[in-house]
């Protein structure tokens, strides 16, 4: 189960508090108050059913239908608590917690004894599953509209369609940002975030434990300037990170997180995948560069002009680079380096009773040359929200994502009707879109026509999204449903269904069952507080 961080209140996913959107400042004072303690939150409960994957191989890390079969049926539920600790217009703390249970599961998978993420919920269990999601401190220092926030905290980068951010998706990372008002018309955010340090455990030496420090941190800078006018707002904005080439890498090699997975090429973040391409079994697989560099530029904003009419765009670019990949201390051709481009429009018009949108998007793909890098632009952890089961639209314990998280590698077309009303507290969600790859099949092919078993881009592990090359594509149709049973009591419906066609031509025998129809049935309530 995925921590989410939007909380949906009538049937509409809202976010709480991300960087960017501070409340109105107010000027600090230095005068004392009582502390006010004012909680929030919810439980969810959910059960799914479906063919989740389309690939009986390789289970969805979040829908796990068992090894060998892609089959779904999960039951679980989650609960968050929110404390706003309030002690004046100038000082406040935000603390956020979530326990995970997945119905019946007591370990976690690949894992032992009675605790992790999800766990404590088979029969006679007694198993801990208590995640801190955020816990922060907002303050304004005396006599100055500076706002700061210290801690562990939300963090997106700015967007406008859909919700999504193509970058960092509402993740939880600690760090220090400030953000400042010029203007009514112009404001400011700078912010420093530390995603990963000294994540490789440690090493016994002479009896003495010494941490393993070395290219293991991550540092992200980012500036924005949001703009905002009547009928208009762009939010211009630019991120630079020092990247540690071992910085995704855990105690032991295990993974830990997604620096650099989704920056460099999966092939380099997934050393295994190499013997695809040649590398020899228990080769040293690491990079010239020590500690690399990335860095994204943005350009996203909307039109409210001709309201209810709504124009919505994202535009971002990235480059990630460590350098050129060397095996067993010899440099080879292949370069550790990802670097390409997304467009994201949205189009809608509001009217009483729906919202019909259309959405179109483009995004940069791998050329032949796969070997002088990736050209999708890397990403830390991306959520697009452009569909409730490719993509990652979802709220619920279960997520989505069946095809990924991020729209990298691909193009598509998505219509929808959203917020379509009949009855009194029943909305629904209708989208029906079509999207194919634009990366080259035939990197593909040259890879597959050597012997390689397996083309290392096309694992569908927990946040990678499934290669598709310019011959493949795949339809997808969502009903989403929800009903207000009472003000703080929804029932949800989620029915999404997706028919891929992946070119045997380019697969062939590495095909397997990925043309298999998916699709999944969600039903769901949620009560918030």
Known sequence: ??????????????????????????????????????????????????????????????LQGGTGSSKNHSFGQRFRLYLDVVASESLRGFFGFENNVQWGKNTQVGGSGLVGRASGGGIGTRGTDFEILWAYVDWIPPHTDLRIRMGLQPAANPGFVQGGSNVVGAEHMAGITTSYQFTPNVGSVLAWYRPYADNLGYTASNGNATANRTFSDVDAFLLAIPLSFDGVKVTPWGMYAAVGRDAHRGYNGRAQGDWPGYTVPVWFSKPTTLAALGVPAGATVSTSDGQGSAWWLGLTGELTLW???????????????????????????????????????????????????????????????????????PAVRPTNKMTSFGFDTTSWIFPAAAIGQG??????????????????????????????GTNSNKAVKDINGNGGTAFPFIQQQQFYTRYMT????????????????YK???????????????????????????????YKITIGMRYMF
Request: charge should be positive; hydrophobic fraction near 35%.
């Open 1 to 62: 189960m995925r921590a989410c961080a939007a909380v949906r209140k009538g049937g509409r996913a809202q976010r709480r508090i991300p960087y960017h959107t501070f409340s109105e400042p107010k000027r600090a004072t230095t005068a004392a108050q009582a502390i006010d303690f004012k909680p929030s939150g919810g439980f969810e409960f959910a059960g799914t059913w479906g063919n989740v994957t389309g690939d009986k191989g390789t289970p969805h890390s979040g």
């Open 307 to 377: 309201n209810p009419f709504r124009l919505a765009w994202d535009f971002n670019y990235g480059s990630a680079d460590l350098g050129k990949v060397t095996v067993n201390g010899d440099k080879t051709a292949m370069k550790a380096k990802r670097q390409g481009w997304l467009l994201n429009v949205l189009a809608e018009y509001k009217l009483d009773f729906m919202t019909p949108g259309l959405a179109f998007w483009y995004t940069s793909g791998d050329g032949r040359n796969w070997e002088k890098g990736s050209k999708m632009m």
């Open 407 to 436: 729209i990298q590698g691909t193009w598509g077309i998505m219509a929808q009707l959203k917020d379509l009303t009949f009855v009194q507290d029943l909305k629904h969600d209708v989208r029906l879109a079509y999207y194919r």
């Open 470 to 485: 310019d011959k493949d594509s795949a339809w997808e149709f969502n009903l989403d449903s929800y009903y207000n049973i």
């Open 488 to 518: 703080n009591l929804q029932l949800c419906v989620e029915l999404g269904y997706i028919k891929p066609s992946m070119n045997r031509a380019t697969w062939g025998k590495d095909l397997k069952d990925r043309n298999e129809s998916m």
